[in-house]
């Protein structure tokens, strides 16, 4: 049974247009869509976590016993460089939604967002036994046969036919999830606003289970419980697979969603595989095998438990590092560069790749959550304003002077530059004809459509960049095929793609601005 909430409009979940406006719904943090031998290597540390600037990534921390948020720097966890007004009162768990934060008070739920303006936006409650599954797409909080997905732009409650193992929010506003269905598990898919499984596919593993490809494909053990096996989102059709030595006991996907961090009960340590072309790109190893697997901001360094301690390694390296102090919902959390924010009973440290420990200013009984801000953010005044920027910083100054607290250390920084193509490439384009186009790529940087442009030329295909600006005001360049004339057509170009290149292709209607999936 799927249930929408009643407290939002348009396909029964959805959020205030003027919220996801502030939200940036529609944006990535990392660019996805062809193989290694197609493009550069995938995105990794503060590359991947910027995009365009670093400043705009950082750490919300929520207090647990009441009281304002902060929020600090990526690189200085003590440095706190904004403080909100909004008293958010006790919170008994908070969830990263990347530019937003899912606040729980036992059954209560909230969604709460910082900027431009401070809020807190009630969601549909929770059971209070329930479990949150963190996800790509969003994530959903589990109890028993009862599923409540929630995402930036929108909640969907749905009841399974049998006990969920895990559920996830899907691209297209699905839902799917491991279920127990009567003849043993199986994976469902239901489209939004459904009641019943659009698709059901029986398998043979209660998990773990991993959401990929910005929502497209679900990534499982294998049938014969020694690898991974991909499956297509909505028809659950399985794909391509890699062998990890064992039974998989934790999997978790980088933030670019390039690697597959998978570890083994009959291995130890973990694997990292290319979710592109299934192949073994590197391993740890460990005397006792790994429980959980937590990616870091960047997917250059992750964390693991093994139910007793916590590790720490680079993604790919052989050894793990010992990490002290407790494992939590939220810390132990790789940052870029290499250190790790722990909690122990002295406090809060932040662990250096060299293994040396610095001490963090700050509560360590409250909620260090991912967080990446709005367009733009507030820093220490003391920052240096670029001179092309200087003009936007001061117009947002005064637009946002009611929604910043005052204090001399609050300053505005527009951040983000668009990259330029190199010389003599084609200049990206406004407008485009009418008809149905192929989105092989999505960056922010048009320099980095360059390569594989010319492969997509080279065999053939008829190629465009065009530009188009994000709800949030941000500026993404499109790597398009086409156009074609029908939608069957440009389908059948994007699968092309898939099979013969590994290019997670969609497809777009130009002429009625609509995109079919987000950059």
Request: proline share 8%.
């Amino acid at each position: 049974m799927y249930r929408s909430s009643s407290r939002f409009v348009v396909r029964g979940a959805k959020l205030p247009a003027a919220l996801l406006l502030l939200l940036g719904v529609g944006s990535a943090s990392g660019a996805c869509g062809s193989p290694p031998e197609d493009q550069p290597a995938p995105l990794e540390g503060p590359s991947l976590v910027s995009g365009t600037s670093f400043e705009r990534y950082g750490l919300l921390v929520i207090p647990r016993d009441g009281g304002v948020a902060e929020f600090r720097s990526i690189e200085s966890p003590s440095t706190v460089r904004w403080t909100g007004r909004l008293s958010l009162g006790g919170v008994t768990a908070a969830h990263s939604l990347g530019p937003a934060v899912v606040l729980r008070r036992e059954r209560q739920l909230s969604l709460y967002t910082t900027s431009p303006v401070e809020a807190e936006t009630p969601l549909p409650d929770a059971p209070a036994d329930a479990r949150w599954i963190p996800s790509p797409a969003g994530g959903a909080f589990v109890s028993g046969d009862r599923i409540l997905a929630v995402t930036l732009a929108s909640t969907a409650d749905v009841t399974a036919d049998g006990a969920v193992h895990w559920a996830a929010p899907a691209a297209g506003d699905r839902v799917v999830a491991l279920v127990e269905g009567a003849d043993g598990p199986e994976l469902a898919v239901w489209e939004a606003g459904e009641s019943q499984p659009a698709a059901t596919r029986a398998v043979g593993t209660r998990g773990p289970v991993a959401l990929a490809g910005w929502g497209r494909t679900i990534v499982t053990a294998s049938g014969d419980g020694r690898g991974l096996t991909e499956w297509s989102v909505p028809d659950l059709e399985p794909a391509e697979g890699a062998e990890i030595g064992g039974a998989p006991s934790a999997l978790a996907i980088s933030p670019s969603q390039h690697r597959v961090f998978a570890a083994s009960v009959d291995r130890t340590g973990f694997t990292v595989i290319d979710r592109y072309d299934w192949r073994e790109v590197g391993s740890s190893r460990l005397e006792t095998p790994l429980e959980s697997l937590r990616p870091g901001m960047t997917g250059d360094r992750l964390v693991a438990w093994d139910g007793s301690n916590a590790w720490s390694a680079r993604a790919g390296e052989a050894w793990l590092d010992a990490v002290p102090g407790q494992w939590r919902a939220d810390l132990p959390l790789a940052l870029p560069g290499g250190a790790v924010l722990v909690s122990a009973e002295s406090g809060l440290g932040l662990v250096r790749p060299d293994g040396g420990v610095a001490a963090v200013e700050g509560p360590a009984d409250a909620w260090w959550v991912p967080f990446r801000w709005g367009r733009r953010l507030p820093v220490a005044s003391a920052a240096v304003v670029p001179e092309d920027t200087l003009g936007d910083a001061e117009e947002a100054l005064d637009a946002l002077a009611d929604s910043v607290p005052p204090g001399p250390r609050i300053g505005l920084l527009t951040v983000g530059r668009v990259g330029t193509l190199s010389d003599g490439g084609p200049e990206p384009v406004d407008e485009l004809p009418g008809g149905f186009y192929v989105v092989a790529h999505s960056s922010r940087q048009a320099a980095e459509l360059g390569p594989m442009r010319e492969l997509l030329d080279g065999s053939g295909y008829s190629t465009h960049l065009l530009r188009r600006v994000d709800e949030a005001g941000d500026l993404w360049h499109r790597l398009l095929v086409g156009p074609y004339e029908t939608r069957l057509a440009a389908e059948g170009a994007a699968v092309e793609l898939q099979r013969e290149r590994g290019i997670d292709a969609w497809v777009h209607e130009e002429g009625d601005q609509t995109m079919r999936r987000s950059p």
